[in-house]
């Protein structure tokens, strides 16, 4: 694929991320299976499309200073502009004048001459002046929002409920690429034995300490490996893995995964209950459940038994206290996983977060009288938004006398994570800056009559 090629490619995906909100890991997934690209048109087409989205607060800010905002843009133009001025900004390995030359030839081919002209204008007087410097914002918010790229409101959410040190770290965090991670199957492969195959193969690797099965790639792609595609390893954020960790299972016992696609979190549980026991998996919309049974067909486990169902409706299914453990991976605004998913942060808007802490809350509700007594339940989700973790647990013990939070849980998370930030009475806020993870809540409630 040429460059201009790959730029156009780059642009579509961009655009149909805008236009339709589509995930951008799907989009990019998609295009590098059709197009079979070599790994360096890979690496650079995946760099320009997360880039761009990453940072698109902060290029359509230095942009400003060079389009009068009168003009109306198409979509197409001015996503151009974003991926070049990301091009001539972040990157230094191409040139100013063959990203310009590029950028021309796709106005000229998509647009007219007059556009071609504009774009190579813009372009060409920010290469002559360079951006703007963000250091003379003056109101600290608005400084972190342009600088890391996230919109204002959720900027000065965060800095209400988190220290400003802490708000701008995982602010800063989240524009840094994330290190992948990939979980043993234990019944199939140790630790020690993935680690030194991976290693041997000229992988960079390291143990992970949140899970005695994770494993950190921080150099080379577990994707094109055989352990990976015959399902000795899956693909699995450290974070989510202390979901299973903490819900201490072991064999024998019934279990409840209220919401479970795509399934990385249920076929954890199969795997330490030794895939013996019975799970029960549901998700609300019928073909992701298929996702479920496909990831556990991949790691050969056996016990899990897959259905759609409605979270706040399994009363309807299950008798009361039918439960040893459940788990409630609740859905969540995603404001924990913006480093991979970065679009979240620009399509999510501040009401959608009080709609999710309803229906958390509402699965909760549902779900607690399935639990045996003594049976614990494990709550989490994949954002750091205060409003849908801690606030729904004080509201749901508040009305259900008959839970608290486990004790014994904070003495069980990993003895890494035991002292740091983000620890409460209510649970444990795991923050992306602090062990280059996902921002992950999580808690363990216990139910004692």
């Not at 965060?158 to 979980?183: G, P, Q």
């Not at 859905?331 to 501040?350: D, M, Q, W």
Request: hydrophobic share 40%; net charge neutral; aromatic share 8%.
């Amino acid at each position: 694929m040429s460059n201009y090629q790959l730029r156009d490619a780059v642009l579509d995906i961009l655009l149909r991320i805008e236009k339709d909100q589509s995930f951008s890991h799907l989009l990019v997934n998609q295009e590098l299976k059709s197009k079979k690209l070599n790994p360096k048109d890979e690496g650079l087409l995946t760099e320009i499309v997360y880039g761009t989205l990453q940072r698109q607060i902060t290029l359509d800010y230095f942009l400003s200073k060079f389009v009068d905002s009168k003009k109306k843009l198409d979509f197409w133009v001015k996503a151009l502009l974003r991926m070049s001025l990301y091009q001539m900004v972040f990157l230094d390995r191409i040139p100013d004048h063959a990203i310009i030359h590029e950028a021309v030839e796709i106005a000229k081919r998509r647009g007219h001459r007059g556009v071609s002209s504009f774009v190579n204008g813009v372009l060409r007087n920010i290469q002559r002046q360079g951006v703007p410097n963000t250091e003379q914002i003056q109101d600290p918010a608005i400084r972190i929002s342009v600088e890391t790229s996230h919109p204002e409101w959720l900027v000065k959410r965060w800095l209400r409920t988190y220290s400003y040190e802490t708000t701008k770290a995982m602010c800063e965090m989240n524009v840094t690429r994330k290190l992948t991670a990939i979980r043993i199957q234990p019944l199939r492969i140790k630790r020690e034995e993935a680690l030194r195959i991976l290693t041997d193969q000229g992988f960079e690797v390291q143990a992970s300490t949140l899970s005695q099965q994770g494993i950190i790639i921080i150099k080379g792609n577990i994707l094109q490996t055989d352990l990976f595609k015959q399902g000795y390893v899956t693909i699995q954020d450290q974070s989510s893995m202390l979901a299973a960790e903490m819900l201490n299972v072991s064999p024998g016992l019934t279990v409840l995964d209220a919401c479970s696609a795509p399934g990385g979190k249920v076929t954890h549980i199969a795997e330490k209950m030794e895939n013996k026991g019975t799970i029960y998996a549901h998700d609300l919309h019928k073909k992701k459940t298929k996702l479920i049974d496909q990831k556990a067909e991949q790691l050969q486990l056996n016990i899990i038994n897959t259905s759609q169902a409605d979270a706040r409706q399994l009363q309807d299914q299950y008798e009361l206290e039918s439960f040893d453990r459940i788990l409630v991976d609740a859905p969540c605004s995603g404001l924990g996983v913006i480093r991979g998913k970065p679009e979240i942060k620009y399509h999510k808007a501040e009401e959608d977060v009080k709609r999710l802490a309803d229906i958390q809350l509402s699965i909760l509700n549902s779900v607690a009288p399935l639990l045996k007594r003594n049976g614990l339940l494990v709550y989490s989700t994949c954002t750091v938004d205060a409003e849908e973790n801690e606030t729904v647990v004080k509201k749901f013990l508040k009305e259900h006398v008959n839970f608290q939070v486990d004790p014994e849980f904070f003495s069980d998370l990993p003895r890494s994570v035991q002292e740091s930030e983000g620890i409460s009475q209510y649970g444990f806020q795991l923050f992306p800056q602090n062990f280059n993870t996902d921002g992950f809540f999580l808690t363990r409630l216990i139910r004692t009559t």
